[in-house]
């Protein structure tokens, strides 16, 4: 017959069972320390802002081919796009960390978070750059490389590093980086530039100044905190309400040239119409709410910004769709 078992054959069984239950904590832990990583880097691209710029990427292209263009370049550009809009907002979040920190809105970003330091995502935001060039070059063409890498330096250069701290007109001459999609699109399809890119070049120049003073009145007290002299923190909001109105207008009227400009079918000049009618509808009862002196949240300012997503978004699907109708 066996004796007891010793108190030692009992600690040693038990850490033997404990072994694999510990592999086992250690290697979740581990797989979730590189998802947060992960999340991080894929966080410091803004993917959000990847999107917009792929709808006013592709529908160019469609346009330039007069109908479907080859999907792999499609695909291709759209890869090299992805890495050169994620090089620059790379880079963007690198300089703009500080401000990151002091804002609610972007507290939560990588950076202020210290999930990723500044010279990793430096480094990072270099290699996107350089995988979007060569990308680009390699498999779409070398005009629209160059059209790419130009936009990433005027963002970076141009808007974060020379307008954004310094002027109220920030918006309008930076966001001119984010007017190059549709050029870069047209190009990947033709080789070279035209009028009617740059009409849609034009659209998005006369949008981005409504659909971002409507953001910044929604944020006003974070910029304010940070330093940021977006219009609605150095102007009163009727004022800055005209001038989304204006540039509200002027957005609908060029979206309209590029109907004679391009040739297009009637459904291109209907969905502007109809999308631009709703635009500056927005933008007007948005001024009357400024007028009556109510406050930065009964303004509603994200009904105007949530429509102008839209509105960007219908315009350029209609000038991808009405070339197939025909």
Request: hydrophobic share 55%; net charge positive.
């Amino acid at each position: 017959m066996s004796g007891p078992v010793s108190a030692d054959r009992v600690g040693d069984a038990s850490a033997d069972r404990s072994l694999p239950a510990l592999a086992a904590a250690e290697a979740t832990a581990a797989g979730a320390r590189m998802r947060d990583v992960v999340s991080a880097y894929f966080g410091l691209t803004k993917p959000r802002i990847i999107e917009l710029l792929l709808v006013t990427t592709v529908p160019a292209m469609f346009l330039a081919a007069g109908g479907v263009p080859s999907l792999l370049l499609v695909l291709n550009t759209m890869i090299g796009g992805c890495f050169a809009a994620a090089s620059a907002n790379v880079f963007n979040s690198v300089l703009d960390r500080d401000i990151d920190e002091r804002m609610r809105r972007t507290r939560r970003r990588p950076l202020p978070r210290h999930l990723v330091g500044p010279r990793a995502a430096t480094v990072f935001g270099v290699a996107l750059g350089v995988l979007a060039t060569l990308w680009l070059g390699l498999f779409v063409n070398w005009l629209s490389a160059g059209l790419a890498l130009a936009a990433n330096a005027f963002y970076v250069f141009v808007y974060t590093l020379w307008l954004k701290r310094r002027s109220s007109q920030n918006i309008v001459w930076g966001g001119i980086a984010g007017c190059f999609p549709p050029l870069i699109g047209w190009t990947a399809v033709t080789g070279s530039l035209a009028l009617a890119p740059f009409i849609l070049f034009a659209i998005v120049f006369f949008w981005t100044p409504p659909h971002t003073w409507a953001l910044a009145f929604r944020y006003r007290e974070d910029y304010a905190a940070a330093d940021v002299p977006m219009l609605p923190v150095v102007k009163e909001a009727p004022a800055v309400a005209w001038r989304i109105l204006i540039y509200s207008v002027v957005t609908v009227a060029v979206s309209l040239t590029l109907w004679p400009v391009a040739d297009t079918g009637w459904l291109y000049p209907v969905v502007a119409a109809v999308a631009g009618a709703v635009l500056i509808a927005e933008s007007i009862q948005l001024l009357r709410r400024a007028r009556a002196g109510l406050t930065d949240a009964a303004l509603k300012p994200m009904r105007l910004f949530h429509w102008s997503n839209s509105y960007l978004a219908l315009v350029f699907v209609a000038a991808a769709v009405d070339p197939l109708l025909r």
